[in-house]
């Protein structure tokens, strides 16, 4: 259940847990759909112990597959849907990202690497200005309503936790950026810091994407991502 008032705000911030890490060379925001392909045995171990066990697993960037090397702060995240299709190109599971958080310990005494976590949501005071988010939110309407016709929804909305952070988190899991850049957007500590940081990529990337739509010829069928 999502607390939706400020001492549950500070309840998630306070939790920790042990959870499997799937390390990823992509960024996952919160409220954001992922795939998950079981190309090692370490990999279909830890979704099989998060399909029995109902548990979570924590999708965390690595930036160089080979020296394992593993970012500070990734995306909690519950499995939607499990997929069989192995070797046929089809992703092993889908799991849609939650919450926040930050790297406490890593365990390897597991056939999959797991972490300690602490969940971290987005600080919210100071309260970012209202001409700030209604600018996010005017910028992503834009953004999702240019992109409709030629990409898939990718988003759950509807898990994220209510506050003024969610408009930047759906903006900064849209934005076509490097992993680097996406990895530095989901470190900003602040609601506030994101939603700035978000617009300056928006300020480029609506305007583009707008010449985009008007050049597509025939729109792909497929629903509609809900800012509701």
Not at 191 to 208: E, F, H, K, T, W
């Amino acid at each position: 259940m999502i607390c939706q008032d400020r001492q549950g705000d500070y309840n998630i911030a306070m939790k920790t847990l042990r959870i499997p890490i799937y390390p990823s060379q992509e960024i996952v925001f919160p409220g954001q759909l992922f795939p998950i392909f079981a190309e090692t045995q370490g990999v279909d171990w830890l979704l099989r112990v998060c399909r029995e066990q109902r548990q979570p697993l924590g999708v965390v960037w690595v930036s160089d597959v080979t020296c394992g090397v593993v970012a500070n702060v990734g995306t909690l995240a519950y499995l939607l849907d499990d997929m069989p299709g192995r070797g046929h190109g089809l992703a092993n599971a889908l799991v849609v990202g939650q919450y926040r958080f930050q790297m406490l310990q890593i365990h390897q005494d597991q056939i999959y690497l797991e972490a300690t976590v602490q969940l971290w949501p987005w600080v919210e005071e100071p309260r970012p200005a209202w001409t700030l988010v209604e600018q996010m939110g005017q910028y992503l309407r834009r953004y999702v309503e240019a992109l409709a016709s030629v990409w898939p929804a990718a988003l759950l909305p509807e898990v994220l936790h209510p506050g003024v952070s969610t408009l930047g988190v759906l903006g900064a899991a849209l934005l076509p950026l490097a992993a680097e850049k996406k990895q530095r957007l989901l470190e900003i500590p602040t609601a506030q810091g994101l939603l700035s940081a978000v617009i300056d990529y928006m300020r480029l990337y609506v305007p583009l994407a707008e010449r985009l739509a008007t050049m597509s010829p025939e729109p792909m069928l497929h629903e509609r991502v809900s800012l509701n």
